[in-house]
């Protein structure tokens, strides 16, 4: 048996956000984070896109659809 680290990535719109020590352990604050660099994070969808070679893939996905 092998046991791999994985690092853990937040993606929004095909770019790799950082991740403050201090919020890693805290995905509503992490995402309060992000969201001031993106605002329209707020209104995205967090959707776990699993593990890709050593990264755990956590992705904001826009929420597509028509105002009103």
């Not at 950082?18 to 309060?32: E, K, M, T």
Request: no cysteine; proline share 7%; glycine share 8%.
């Amino acid at each position: 048996m092998q046991i791999n680290q994985l690092t853990r990535v937040y993606r929004y719109d095909g770019i790799d956000l950082p991740i403050p020590p201090h919020l890693a352990d805290d995905p509503q604050g992490l995402r309060a984070y992000h969201a001031t660099l993106y605002p329209a994070i707020l209104n995205a969808e967090t959707v776990d896109a699993g593990v890709i070679g050593t990264t755990h893939v956590t992705e904001y996905r826009r929420a597509v659809g028509t105002k009103g």
